[in-house]
T-cell receptor, first 110, second 116 residues
Framework: RKEVEQDPGPFNVPEGATVAFNCTYS??????FFWYRQDCRKEPKLLMS???SGNEDGRFTAQLNRASQYISLLIRDSKLSDSATYLC???????????FGAGTRLFVKA | EAQVTQNPRYLITVTGKKLTVTCSQNMNHEYMSWYRQDPGLGLRQIYY???????DKGDVPEGYKVSRKEKRNFPLILESPSPNQTSLYFC???????????????FGSGTQLSVL
């Protein structure tokens, strides 16, 4: 079983739609959680950190459920420019390893 | 401009011919790391370094070497490349890791390596 698992998609949604991505992690010692965005063949870029209390940044909302070892990303009012691959990322407690999920591909269509 | 610089962007080589991919950061970051990305597998960590002269293996270190003689540079060395090392490689740096929220990774633009 992979340490970080994501639905690979692709998710095909129309502009303006709300879309949700899920991610599960297997190591309960995981400490920090992030969502990165990656455009085709380009470097990943941090979208947002994920906090236990949940956090929001504009149209993006991230939530963490430590008991279920589950992370989510909600995108509201999808834009064409949101088309990308979204990577769930986990850092282990006290460690120096970053574990990436394989990513969820999103296509937003006009 | 704060950045991680990776070179070359594209590299085609033949089996067994030693090569080095360079990575340099100008942000005085302590932590640097190398990843390879393959379809369906996501990014997998090859090696990482917590500081000068301190390196450790990631999840897929076989066939690779690294060095960290200076804080800003973290080259990836393939002594005898093989076709299964054909991949997209990313270098990344961070101020530190394992220290809470200050763990954002800054990535280089990537190196597409093809080993024939």
């Amino acid at each position: 079983r992979k340490e970080v698992e994501q639905d690979p998609g692709p998710f095909n949604v129309p502009e303006g739609a709300t879309v949700a991505f899920n991610c599960t992690y297997s190591n309960s010692a995981s400490q920090s959680f992030f969502w990165y965005r990656q455009d085709c063949r380009k470097e990943p870029k941090l979208l947002m950190s994920v906090y236990s209390s949940g956090n929001e940044d504009g149209r993006f909302t991230a939530q963490l459920n430590r008991a279920s070892q589950y992370i989510s990303l909600l995108i509201r009012d999808s834009k064409l420019s949101d088309s990308a691959t979204y990577l769930c990322v986990v850092n282990k407690r006290g460690g120096f390893k970053t574990i990436f999920g394989a990513g969820t591909r999103l296509f937003v269509k006009a | 401009e704060a950045q991680v610089t990776q070179n070359p962007r594209y590299l085609i080589t033949v089996t067994g011919k030693k090569l080095t991919v360079t990575c340099s950061q100008n942000m005085n970051h302590e932590y640097m790391s190398w990843y390879r990305q393959d379809p369906g597998l996501g990014l997998r960590q090859i090696y990482y370094s917590m500081n000068v002269e301190v390196t450790d293996k990631g999840d897929v270190p076989e066939g690779y070497k690294v060095s960290r003689k200076e804080k800003r540079n973290f080259p990836l060395i393939l002594e005898s490349p093989s076709p299964n090392q054909t991949s997209l490689y990313f270098c990344a740096s961070s101020p530190t890791l394992g220290a809470g929220n200050n763990e954002k990774l800054f990535f280089g633009s990537g190196t597409q390596l093809s080993v024939l």
